[in-house]
């Protein structure tokens, strides 16, 4: 375990006051040597988390063929019914992390839902396979995004998981940065950590 990464998780539970909810820690990494004028710079890509969120992400799955197994389903009369409502439909993409759809309903969820999910980065995946498993893992992802600066910031957990879960968390997204970015680790500038309402926290590497 990186034991620089851990020193920043706890020195940003001390400079952060305790709150009455949950926090989360936020890793903010700031890219260098990194061109965002190259289209294939910006992505938008989904990590699972080896100890998840803290808090479990919100996901969706639009389909007429799948019964919700311990997940929630959505069926084309109810993505028909929630196109009723810009607000409605706004808010339930703002509330929702992940929308998974079953190929044929990919045209539906993109005329009912596209306004609202391309600025949120939240474009819906093909569901393949298992859906159960899909679902799980997914529950435990964060995205990570490239759009419209150098700077790339997700959540890693929150306050309530152990420092070295959220230590391993970290690790997991550095790791899948260095496998992502052309120039790997080259690529990754200064990082910080910071909970929701704390100061934040220089992460040495």
């Known amino acids: ?20 909810f949950s926090q989360t820690f936020d890793l903010i990494i700031s890219l260098k040597e990194f061109d965002l004028k190259k289209p294939e710079n910006k992505f938008t890509e989904d990590v699972a988390l080896p100890h998840g969120r803290g808090d479990e992400a919100r996901v969706m799955v639009f389909s007429d063929n799948i019964k919700g197994d311990g997940f929630e389903v959505m069926t084309n009369a109810d993505l028909q ?27 539906v969820v993109g005329k009912i839902l596209g306004a609202y999910v391309g600025p949120r980065g939240k474009i819906p995946k093909l569901l393949t396979g298992d859906a159960k498993n899909l679902v799980k893992n997914y529950k435990k992802s964060v995205r990570v995004r490239v759009k419209d600066s150098p700077v ?7 306050e309530k998981m152990k420092d070295e879960e959220i230590t391993e968390n970290i690790e997991a997204v550095i790791k899948f940065l260095e496998t992502k970015l052309a120039k790997g680790k080259n690529n990754i500038g200064k990082m910080k950590l910071k909970l929701t309402m704390g100061e934040p926290v220089k992460v040495e590497m």
């Open 152 to 158: 790339i910031q997700c959540l890693v957990g929150n």
């Open 1 to 20: 375990m990186n034991e620089k990464i851990l020193k920043a998780v706890k020195e940003s539970r001390e400079k952060s006051k305790k709150r009455n």
């Open 81 to 107: 019914n929630l196109g009723k409502s810009k607000r409605a439909a706004k808010t339930f993409v703002k509330q929702t992390d992940f929308l998974l759809a079953e190929p044929k309903l990919m045209p």
